[in-house]
């Protein structure tokens, strides 16, 4: 009952179990106290066996020490002899661990002095092919991913990982916070009839998951705070968890959700629940709160370090937003980040007659389901990230641009390191005109800028009407930032008026994804559906469309829509057409991945190329894996279709022989292989099939995709569009 997570039901045994055997009088745990003087500089560790017993200790006059960005690692061998002569013998066995210091002072969390932001992921041990039990390889590469991503730390959602995911851990510099296998999903109420948390006869169980993961892998350093466990009440048996884990180790934080749940309520409203629970959990932790709930507390003279136990739901099309959690860690000291959920989709091969694919809930004839409710990582089952993974990236990354001048080419430079400088990376520029073309482009050393300082360059003969900045360490760019001068609207050209607007539909719809379906949009904005459908307008709505031809041949498209206060949010405003079909589309707009109104932050001004094509779905034989390419406009890795593939801010657009051009502003579009009607009707992206032409969307607008959670939330005001009069301008020529 304590194991009652929220992911697939699989049984089985999923862990390497051993059988040991040694000697009665051999030290059963090897346990490491490390202590450091108060300038960080030289240390002591002491091992002691689990009766208390010194086996080894020492000074460490220059110490080094474990961080994220500098993971030193110790490793020192223990003797054990027995017998005495020719009778006896020794045993050896090695203990790794490491030197830092995590302190809370005034509500703030620090790692060896420095304020620490956790760029976090949640994530479930699971792979494709062997479900719970995951591979070495896989665990590598899952660091990896994340340490491209700009990823700094890791919860173990919901229970402790196999030992080797620790040892990578300390090795790599990724920071964990080590959760407790109790989780009783379902019944995390505050009733006491209901939550196991208040029963006595399972307080022992609740003590020894904590105290029992305390005890294993307290040694690792890259464990930086506990949590006592995951959606499971707030009841007296997680209080006495705290004290047990607290006796054991004093030097680590501890978390717990549900006790900051009791007291502010899930989504940050106070509620009338009061007592003693806030006291057993050192972090405000909360889940899905939403940034002006978040900000409500950072600002108002908080007690605790805010780190968000879950945040950023990343199922499907999602992440939309993400950027206002980060300008607050950037704004307030005691808002430190947290945990995205999650990492990867959760999505297991089926074979039947037509291949090997990743199948979701109900996919095996499972009754009940989730339906793909485990599919909401940033990087599908197979480690291919989704579009929102760049946006992850960018808002996690360590080198920020703070401010542009275009008039002087003066650029502010943030090093968001704890402990590194950027002596080792350059950052290469190139600025564009206003047609797309490289106007200028250059590169500078970053060495000299210390972490967490600020300083400023001056770009050499700068000019154009954009800038993309590139920093590289290595090879990879590890961060980035673009910045862009306002759109120049063109004079609205006259023509010869075009009566009939033949092949131009009003679209006011999106196919619902999955943040939609969460909350109801279906239903709540019918009315646009209803109007996309039949082309008849909702009651006191307006619309002026027009169409001339220009003497170039092309054809101006003017359209005007009003829409008055009392309806529902318009997910779309915008024109669609088809076009014959193509393999590539180039754009001058933001991109190269997909990105929406709430999930541009960063995107690349850019002239910009892509393919439009479908994929099956299915398993390479020979390689065990799906191809899907990497310049593809329409991902194809979403578990279940909507509304995807979408860029904005587009001042010109090709596909095949037909050019879209901007004229009042830039604009938002998606070229498909298949009608939007189609994403509403099919469960898995590779049960899309092509037309005989691409459908082409041209906006004015779109909604934003929101993120903040998948069961109610929409996305931020500011992203959803209302009553108010939009304009849309364009030309096309080739049509």
């Excluded at 899952?142 to 491209?148: P, R």
């Excluded at 106070?270 to 507390?297: N, V």
């Excluded at 599919?375 to 401010?403: M, S, V, W």
């Excluded at 041949?553 to 206060?565: A, F, I, R, Y």
Aim: net charge negative.
């Amino acid at each position: 009952y304590l194991e009652d997570q929220d992911f697939w039901r699989l049984s089985g045994i999923f862990r390497d179990v051993y059988l040991v055997s040694e000697r009665k009088d051999a030290p059963h745990d090897l346990i490491v106290e490390t202590q450091l003087s108060d300038d960080l500089r030289s240390g002591r560790f002491i091992v002691r066996d689990e009766k208390g017993n010194v086996l080894k200790e020492r000074d460490v006059p220059d110490v080094k020490l474990w961080s994220c960005e500098d993971p030193y690692v110790y490793t020192m061998p223990i003797e054990h002899r027995w017998g005495w002569w020719i009778f006896g013998g020794t045993d050896y066995r090695a203990v790794t661990f490491g030197f830092r210091k995590i302190e809370i002072r005034d509500a703030v969390l620090y790692l060896n002095g420095k304020r620490l932001l956790v760029k976090g992921t949640n994530r479930h041990e699971m792979e494709p092919k062997t479900g719970y039990a995951v591979t070495l390889e896989g665990m590598k590469r899952d660091i990896a991913l994340m340490k491209a991503f700009n990823v700094n730390a890791v919860r173990t959602s919901h229970y402790p990982n196999v030992p080797e995911w620790y040892d990578l851990c300390d090795r790599e510099g990724i920071m964990v916070c080590c959760e407790a296998n109790v989780e009783t999903h379902g019944y995390d109420r505050d009733d006491s009839n209901l939550s196991l948390s208040f029963r006595k006869d399972y307080e022992q169980s609740h003590v020894e998951r904590g105290t029992r993961m305390v005890e294993t892998f307290r040694n690792h350093p890259s464990i930086i705070f506990w949590s006592l466990g995951n959606e499971s009440g707030y009841g007296p048996n997680f209080k006495a968890s705290y004290k047990a884990i607290r006796a054991i180790d004093p030097t680590r934080p501890i978390q717990y959700e549900n006790f900051c749940r009791a007291r502010i309520g899930h989504l940050g409203v106070q509620d009338a629940i009061t007592g003693d629970e806030y006291a057993f959990t050192d972090f405000e932790s909360p889940m899905y709160s939403r940034p002006w709930a978040s900000e409500k507390y950072v600002a108002n003279h908080p007690k605790k370090p805010y780190i968000l136990a879950e945040y950023a739901h990343a199922m499907g099309n999602s992440t939309g937003g993400l950027q206002a959690y980060w300008n607050l860690a950037h704004k307030y000291p005691s808002f430190q980040g947290g945990f995205i959920w999650d990492f990867a989709d959760q999505a297991l091969w089926k074979t039947d007659a037509r291949g090997t694919w990743l199948a979701y809930g109900g996919d095996f004839g499972d009754r009940p389901n989730d339906d793909n409710f485990n599919c909401n990582g940033f990087f599908d089952a197979l480690r291919n990230p989704h579009p929102g993974a760049f946006e992850i990236k960018h808002a996690y990354q360590n080198i920020r641009c703070t401010a542009f001048d275009f008039a002087s080419g003066k650029v502010k430079i943030c090093n968001d390191f704890l402990f590194k400088p950027l002596d080792d990376y350059v950052c290469k520029w190139t600025a564009l005109d206003a047609g797309g073309a490289v106007a200028a482009k250059g590169e500078f050393d970053l060495g000299g800028v210390k972490p967490g300082e600020t300083a400023e360059f001056t770009l050499d003969r700068f000019a154009g009407d954009s800038v993309t900045f590139r920093f590289f360490g290595d090879d990879d760019c590890e961060a980035w930032d673009c910045f862009s001068r306002p759109f120049v609207p063109k004079a609205v050209p006259s023509g010869t008026p075009v009566q009939a607007h033949t092949g131009f539909r009003l679209n006011f719809w999106r196919a619902p994804i999955d943040n939609d379906r969460g909350w109801d949009m279906g239903s709540v904005c019918k009315v646009w559906k209803d109007a996309t459908d039949t082309q008849k307008l909702p009651e006191g709505v307006t619309s002026a469309l027009k169409t001339s031809r220009l003497a170039d041949g092309s054809t101006l498209v003017d359209w005007t829509l009003t829409v008055p206060k009392g309806l529902p949010p318009v997910p779309r405003v915008g024109l669609t057409f088809t076009v014959p079909k193509a393999d590539k589309v180039e754009y001058f707009g933001f991109g190269p991945w997909e990105n929406y109104a709430d999930r541009a932050t960063s995107a690349i001004l850019g002239v910009h190329t892509a393919s439009v094509g479908l994929v099956s779905g299915l398993a390479d034989p020979e390689t065990g894996t799906i191809a899907y390419p990497k310049d593809r406009l329409n991902p194809d890795n979403y578990s279940e279709p909507g509304e995807q593939g979408y860029r904005t801010g587009c001042r010109r657009l090709t596909v095949g022989n037909v050019t879209v051009s901007a004229v009042n502003a830039p604009f938002g579009f998606n070229v498909w292989p298949y009608p939007q009607t189609m994403l509403e009707g099919k469960k898995h992206q590779w049960e899309l099939t092509a037309a005989d032409e691409l459908t082409v969307n041209v906006d004015a607008v779109q909604m934003g995709v929101g993120g903040d959670n998948s069961w109610g939330t929409t996305a931020h005001d500011p992203y959803m569009p209302g009553a108010g009069t939009y304009r849309l301008v364009f030309a096309v020529k080739g049509l």
